[in-house]
């Protein structure tokens, strides 16, 4: 199983940015998938799920509504489009499978995203 | 939401020893349960326990998770060196979000 993250980037305050998480190694359909991110020197934080099919997406409070979290069948490819852009955004941002009811069972390692001006 | 609080912030303890680590919900958990990983610098996070009790894959039996209601517990027997990392718990189970406790720090004494 692997997952690899791309797409961080430095960014002004209010501005986008899409990241991606390539995976391979697994039934991309068959599990969901997270985004968890970490700011500098501090813990993680659970930022939003995708179900298997794409269907269901759940966020947390912070991002509800700036975020939007989605998935390509044909690439095995999971985003995270992010708008409005904080300085409090500015975290590593890792993707993660779901291997059931929430857990993260294999880990990416991670896109830095700077919410700077 | 849930809050998960862990304790303690440090933990310093010698390779041999045994680590207690704790993890407090603000609420009864109900019928989810609890995950633990640990970080080690520069890298992502490995899940060790889920289900609150089971072991991941690869997990050696040094570790071990307990716990209901509010109160949970990672204990390592018998630390080794490659066991001093950031250790998180997380709630999981049937609906998000899936909130982490703010991390213990196991440190080599």
């Known amino acids: 199983v692997q997952l690899v993250e791309s797409g961080g980037a430095v960014v002004q305050p209010g501005r986008s940015l899409r990241l991606s998480c390539a995976t391979s190694?697994?039934?991309?359909?068959?599990?969901?998938l997270h985004w968890v991110r970490q700011a500098p020197g501090k813990g993680l934080e659970w930022v939003a799920v995708i179900s298997p099919d794409g269907d269901k997406k759940d966020y947390s409070d912070a991002v509800r509504g700036r975020f939007t979290i989605s998935k390509d069948k044909s690439k095995d490819t999971l985003y995270l489009q992010m708008k409005s852009l904080r300085p409090e955004d500015t975290a590593v941002y890792f993707c993660?499978?779901?291997?059931?009811?929430?857990?993260?069972?294999?880990w990416g390692q991670g896109t830095l995203v700077t919410v700077s001006s | 939401e849930i809050v998960l609080t862990q304790s303690p912030v440090t933990l310093s303890l010698s390779p041999g020893e045994r680590a207690t680590l704790s993890c407090r919900a603000s609420?009864?958990?109900?019928?989810?349960?609890l995950a633990w990983y640990h970080q080690k610098p520069g890298q992502a996070p490995r899940l060790l326990i889920f289900?609150?009790?089971s072991r991941a894959t690869g997990i050696p039996d040094r570790f071990n998770g307990s716990g209901s209601g509010t109160d949970f517990t990672l204990t390592i027997s018998g630390l080794e060196a490659e066991d001093f990392a950031v250790y998180y718990c997380q709630r999981h189970g049937n609906s998000p979000p899936y909130t982490f406790g703010q991390g213990t720090k196991l440190e080599i004494k």
């Open positions: 609420q009864n958990i109900g019928n989810d349960f």
């Open positions: 289900g609150t009790s």
């Open positions: 190694g697994f039934t991309f359909n068959f599990f969901g």
């Open positions: 993660a499978k779901d291997g059931g009811g929430g857990i993260g069972d294999f």
